[in-house]
């Protein structure tokens, strides 16, 4: 039987940090969800609405021509964007909107905006609607692209994108799928993940190493920013199992075209 890979799209949101250089923020996984009990980035799979033309008119800075051509496809790329924005929002509170949006300053009606969202009361197109959104699409960028391992029972073609954060903005995990989020150092995720306090799956803990080499949020949106199309490939890891063990293999690796 045939698994179906799903579309799906995860944010990497970026802020400055007090102290010099830059955070990301980083949420733990409900020991209930999938990928459970360890820390991922915001995101999810894309839902149909996210495709809808009339979301296409509240995205400023880029049209779905433009983003499908980033994304190396021939047309749909602006509701990863999109999906991007609604999953941040859903999962951790973040509304990247403009900030010139009247809503960014209402805290008490973000909140309950994003209850009924998640309550399924209301849909992401209806908050675009009713508050008239600016979403800051030309703040997010594509850097990396991984493909859910065959030997998964749940499969996704994930888009990963770095999305710039005003450090006024606050986040919040939603206490249902998530149950932890922190603002952390690309550097210091990294040493929490040496020391076993951070439990990551593959595609998370390259996406980190990769940031680590920049010194702020700016040079590392502006690196991705200036790829060419069809720059970020794809990535499939490989697994087989070996003396009870499963070891991974990632393209480039010895032995990866012969799994």
């Known amino acids: 039987m045939t698994t179906t890979i799903r579309p799906a799209a995860t944010a990497i949101l970026m802020r400055d940090a007090v102290e010099g250089g830059f955070e990301i923020l980083m949420v733990k996984r409900s020991s ?133 954060v005003d450090s006024e903005q606050l986040a919040s995990h939603d206490g249902f799928e998530l149950t932890e989020s922190l603002w952390i ?11 076993g306090k951070m439990n990551m799956i593959i595609p998370t803990i390259e996406n980190i190493k990769a940031l680590a080499e920049f010194s702020s949020s700016k040079d590392a949106f502006d690196h991705f920013d200036l790829l060419k199309d069809k720059e970020i490939p794809p990535i499939l890891p490989k697994f087989i199992k070996k003396d009870g063990e499963w070891i991974g293999f990632l393209p480039g690796d010895e032995g990866y075209e012969d799994v």
């Not at 150092?185 to 020391?195: G, T």
Request: glycine share 6%; aromatic share 10%.
């Open 32 to 164: 209930r969800s999938a990928f459970g009990s360890i820390y991922v980035f915001p995101g999810g799979k894309l839902d149909p609405e996210d495709s809808a033309k009339e979301l296409y008119s509240y995205c400023k800075g880029m049209n779905d021509l433009e983003a499908s051509r980033k994304l190396g496809i021939e047309r749909g790329g602006l509701a990863y964007w999109i999906a991007c924005i609604r999953e941040c929002f859903e999962e951790v509170g973040v509304l990247l909107t403009s900030s010139n949006d009247s809503i960014i300053q209402d805290t008490q009606k973000l909140n309950t905006l994003r209850d009924k969202l998640n309550n399924k009361e209301i849909t992401f197109k209806d908050i675009c609607i009713f508050e008239s959104l600016n979403l800051r699409v030309n703040n997010i960028v594509p850097c990396a692209h991984w493909i859910t391992p065959t030997i998964e029972p749940k499969r996704f073609d994930t888009r990963f994108f770095l999305a710039k």
């Open 185 to 195: 150092k690309p550097k210091d995720a990294l040493k929490k993940l040496e020391k």
